[in-house]
């Protein structure tokens, strides 16, 4: 007989290793093989092809066809419809990835008791907290008459058979995908073998049942859903559920989205009675800020998908050293002294004598060239003290000869930037043959010299009054 075959599987990335190591070859972290048998799960194969089976034909059929009548069901709480594209797709199975405490397990108690009141039957299955706790999470929301049904299970196996049983349900939450396991694997709960077999046995029965199935993932340090990035691939959706520590907002983020844009996202606050609504984000967003104070500039950035605006601040300071400092966080500092030579040599602004500190508000890194202008904006209006419009994102690479450069999803980053509430921005030439909206407005900048006059001009004018 040959000899049972044991395998090694990182629990961060997925990858399959023949012997055990301290560290992934292939994602570099440390400590993440874990054994798994090969009789199931990843490497199954080979061994289980003798008794396959013929396989069945199946019926073709053609694009054009009946699809049942409300293909999505509406929660009614706008910003998350917002971010799942309008509603729940009967059918899909969605991801919600969040830190711990975020609040995942909050915003899906009140989407099922707000789906409940509307007569949909909505199963609540929690693997992390006793029905007691559920309850009384939905005592404190003020949701506890509702008829959500609630179990707190983990078996995968009784899952299905408990809301298999009686009319289909047409939600079924499960809080949360690292706790379940499935007798069709036999590693332990939380690996990658069992997230990945639990995950696919529930979105089959999201395929063919039509229930709307919302999977709650955990999210690594990184920032990934934990574990296995494979189940993102697998659902038709992914949320992501952030939120900054000591704020109380919290933001809904849409990654991937079958059935709708990824560019949206949904805002609330956290507060003593569960989660509000934010329809004007922009209060929370800019009431910690000081739009007054000189050398601030919103930068209108992309990471990777996903839009965010970040403050950045910059201060001038007359130096009293030989060498003046240059002193940046969350940005590249050779960047700096690449925007400082061409304000010096282009626009004829001089640091030579001044100090330079570059900060990234809210511990954000920054990688993109989009926030050159954004950079250049604040330090000139550092050394003129004079406030920036606070209404007004910047972005736009600027190049050693001083031209402001076109950047990607310039159309994604306006509209997160009207969401947020602001109403101009500087962007680079020709962003307005992408964006036609009016109510936005567009300051087309094709040198950085004339940002700088423009600048010079209203420092000049508020000198003389
Ligand atoms: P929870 O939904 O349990 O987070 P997750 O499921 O993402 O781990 O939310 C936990 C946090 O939310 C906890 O720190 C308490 C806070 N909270 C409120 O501030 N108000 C509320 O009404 C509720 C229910 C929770
Ligand atoms: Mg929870």
């Not at 199946?58 to 049942?68: C, F, K, N, R």
């Not at 929690?126 to 939905?138: C, F």
Request: glycine letters at 10%; a negative charge; hydrophobic letters at 40%.
């Amino acid at each position: 007989m040959a000899k049972a075959r044991v395998q090694f599987v990182c629990q961060n990335c997925g990858t399959v290793h023949n012997r055990w190591a301290g560290k992934c070859d292939s994602c570099g972290e440390w400590n993440t093989l874990v054994e798994e048998g090969t009789s199931s799960g990843i490497g199954a194969g080979p061994a289980l092809m003798r008794n396959a089976r013929k396989g069945r034909a199946v019926a073709l059929t053609s694009l054009d066809g009946d699809i049942e009548d409300a293909p999505r069901i509406i929660s009614g709480i706008s910003e998350l419809d917002r971010a799942t594209g309008g509603g729940f797709v009967r059918g899909s199975a969605l991801l919600i990835g969040g830190d711990p405490g975020i609040g995942k397990s909050t915003l899906l108690t009140q989407a099922a008791a707000a789906l409940a009141r509307q007569d949909h039957r909505i199963v609540y299955v929690s693997g992390e907290e006793a029905v007691a706790q559920i309850r009384l999470r939905a005592q404190r929301l003020g949701v506890a008459d509702c008829s959500v049904e609630l179990a707190a299970e983990t078996n995968v196996e009784d899952i299905l058979a408990t809301i298999s049983d009686g009319k289909r349900p047409d939600l079924v939450i499960i809080d949360s995908i690292q706790t379940l396991w499935t007798d069709m694997a036999d590693s332990a709960p939380g690996t990658v073998t069992q997230v990945r077999s639990s995950a696919q046995a529930l979105i089959r029965y999201a395929k063919q049942t039509g229930a709307a199935v919302v999977l709650v993932g955990h999210v690594t340090k990184e920032g990934q859903i934990a574990g296995p990035r494979v189940v993102e691939h697998m659902v038709d959706g992914v949320l992501y559920f952030e939120g900054e520590g000591g704020h109380h907002y919290r933001v809904l983020r849409t990654v991937k989205n079958r059935f709708g844009p990824t560019d949206e996202i949904g805002v609330f606050e956290m507060s003593d009675k569960g989660l509000r609504e934010v329809a004007n984000p922009s209060e929370l967003f800019l009431g910690e800020r000081n739009d007054k104070a000189p050398g601030a500039a919103v930068f209108a950035g992309m990471e990777g998908t996903r839009p965010v605006l970040v403050e950045i601040q910059a201060l001038v300071a007359a130096s009293s050293l030989g060498t003046p400092r240059r002193a940046v966080v969350g940005w590249d500092s050779s960047r700096l002294s690449m925007i400082l030579a061409v304000l010096e040599s282009h626009c004829g602004v001089r640091f030579g004598q001044h100090d330079v500190y570059l900060n990234v508000a809210g511990g954000y890194r920054i990688s993109e060239p989009a926030a050159d202008i954004a950079v250049a904006a604040a330090l000139v209006s550092s050394l003129a003290g004079i406030a920036l419009p606070a209404d007004c994102v910047y972005f736009g690479e600027i190049s050693l000869s001083g031209a402001v450069r076109n950047v990607a999803h310039t159309v994604q980053r306006i509209k997160e930037a009207q969401k947020l509430g602001f109403n101009q921005a500087v962007a680079p030439g020709g962003s307005s043959e992408l964006w036609k909206d009016k109510s936005f407005s567009l300051s087309e900048t094709k040198a950085l010299a004339e940002l700088v006059a423009e600048l010079a001009a209203k420092a000049a004018a508020e000198k003389n009054r």
